[in-house]
């Protein structure tokens, strides 16, 4: 279960940063509680949220109380920099999954580390700019590069 310290980190960086957004994002935007399951040479194991992740670690997220937003946003947050890496826009129109307990990505798949440091998911009803994102979550947004090798 998400622990009241990631829950007072997101409550921060949203009160820091929710009037540098524009009117209607500041109400749009909310932090979603979840637990992190990694997936390593023992098997699947459970995290508090707010636990660093290093890139081609095997993971994902549950969502641990109900949403009524429509996107879901799964970031990571890089701990050097700051910066935020998107790692998957979720939509829940098109799932059909229940709207506690949902994985992200769903049941059977996981997802890999980009940068070393700590996720945090957020939902809205409106499609986010990576601009709005990183001001919400209180960080810089990165310059936009091409992708490059390895892609996995």
């Known amino acids: ?4 310290g990631s ?5 921060a960086a949203h009160a820091c940063h929710a009037t540098a957004l524009p009117a209607p994002y500041q109400l749009a935007i909310e932090a ?6 990694v997936l390593d040479e023992r098997g699947a194991r459970t995290y508090d949220a707010d636990r660093d992740v290093s890139p081609a670690t095997w993971f994902s997220v549950t969502l641990t109380a109900p949403i009524h937003k429509r996107y879901l946003y799964l970031v990571q947050q890089e ?32 997802l890999r580390a980009v ?32 992708a490059l090798p390895p892609y996995t």
């Open 1 to 4: 279960m998400a622990t009241s």
């Open 79 to 110: 701990s050097d920099t700051g910066l935020l890496v998107l790692i998957l826009l979720f939509d829940r129109a098109a799932a059909g999954e229940p709207t506690s307990d949902l994985r992200l990505p769903p049941s059977g798949a996981w």
């Open 115 to 146: 940068v070393d440091g700590s996720f945090s998911v957020i939902t809205s009803d409106l499609v986010l700019s990576r601009k709005s994102i990183s001001a919400w979550l209180g960080s810089d947004e990165p310059p936009t590069t091409p």
């Open 32 to 37: 979603v509680p979840f637990q992190l399951t």
């Open 7 to 11: 829950k007072d980190k997101a409550s």
